[in-house]
């Protein structure tokens, strides 16, 4: 994966769901490294209280609208390592040899010591699953981490990574959260994430909506 934007660097010990949502709210977002490590980054939240449907997100749920969103709270009772196949796959075909392992995945979703993370987001069709995602979540926020798909048996559904994003975005406001967290934004391609309405992002010393400042940033 492309080198990460890392301001500053920080390994919490309090879980507590206030400070963890205190820390997602100074730009820090949890990592895959360890127990506790967070990244000051980039961040790109909604904040839900301000996100309506637009009529392209709409076009997209149309375009998905049979595929189904499951939550799996984690770690995972059930793991299959298809999963961990399915991610190291998407990731090695995204962005190369060696960004995202199977064990790695398998840790993520199995090991509550060594994992930040606590639900998976499944997405299926009929009998068929098409994606996950990795996440953490507790009462007022939701991050959307990790996303990885099936990439050879989707072609029935148009846009389908913009699609499993906007589904968790409406689950993150039909359950009531404040903010969806979105990851980071990176290179001059992750401006894709601003079609959502209430959409914010951390710009290092507080949380701003000026899209043209942030595809300088992004261009610079």
Not at 110 to 125: G, R, V
Request: proline share 3%.
């Amino acid at each position: 994966m492309p080198n990460y934007l890392a301001w500053k660097k920080q390994t919490i010990t309090d879980f507590s769901p206030e400070n963890i949502s205190d820390m997602y709210a100074d730009g820090f977002v949890f990592t895959r490294e360890k127990k506790g490590s967070m990244d000051q980054t980039r961040s790109v939240r909604i904040d839900l209280s301000k996100f309506k449907l637009s009529s392209e997100n709409r076009r997209i749920l149309k375009k998905n609208d049979e595929i189904h969103i499951e939550t799996i709270p984690l770690p995972h009772s059930d793991y299959h390592w298809s999963i961990g196949k399915m991610a190291k796959d998407f990731y090695t075909t995204k962005f190369g040899d060696g960004t995202f392992s199977a064990n790695k995945t398998k840790e993520l979703l199995t090991s509550a010591d060594e994992s930040n993370f606590n639900m998976l987001l499944k997405y299926s069709h009929d009998e068929d699953v098409l994606g996950y995602a990795i996440c953490y979540t507790n009462n007022e926020i939701f991050h959307y981490s990790y996303p990885f798909y099936e990439l050879t048996n989707v072609a029935e559904f148009t846009n389908i990574g913009i699609g499993m994003m906007t589904k968790a975005v409406q689950w993150a406001q039909d359950t009531g959260k404040k903010y969806i967290y979105l990851g980071s934004a990176q290179r001059p391609t992750d401006t894709y994430k601003f079609q959502f309405e209430g959409i914010e992002w951390f710009d290092g010393g507080k949380w701003t909506e000026d899209v043209e400042k942030l595809r300088d940033a992004l261009s610079s």
